[in-house]
Nanobody
Framework: QVQLVESGGGLVQAGGSLRLSCRASGIFFNVNTMAWYRQCPGEQRELVAKITDGGITNYPDSVKGRFTISRDNAKNTVYLQMDSLKPEDTAVYYC??????????WGQGTQVTVSS
């Protein structure tokens, strides 16, 4: 059974930082592309950061230079370091795991709220 468990969300003031963690189980973590998405009420889920099994990262312009994704294969964990947070970063953040040639798995989400 695949499980992705996010943690680290919360309330922070604008300009502050948070680090999200996502621990995976039930998958061969090393071969998965891991990613973070976020979703606001009434809006589509959007990609925030992605890291391949080879460590290649990808970010949209909205977070580039402020967010950093990393992975620790020994701990089956992916991280999202979020710095210089803005109120528009407020959303539910989801972790995802995509193994080769199969479906994407999702975590339950963690709320991030940035106050102005």
């Amino acid at each position: 059974q695949v499980q992705l468990v996010e943690s680290g969300g919360g309330l922070v003031q604008a300009g502050g930082s948070l680090r999200l963690s996502c621990r995976a189980s039930g998958i061969f973590f090393n071969v998965n592309t891991m990613a973070w998405y976020r979703q606001c009420p009434g809006e589509q889920r959007e990609l925030v950061a992605k890291i391949t099994d080879g460590g290649i990262t990808n970010y949209p312009d909205s977070v580039k230079g402020r967010f950093t994704i990393s992975r620790d294969n020994a701990k089956n964990t992916v991280y999202l370091q979020m710095d210089s947070l803005k109120p528009e970063d407020t959303a539910v953040y989801y972790c995802s795991a995509t193994p080769p040639f199969t479906q994407t798995f999702w975590g339950q989400g963690t709320q991030v709220t940035v106050s102005s």
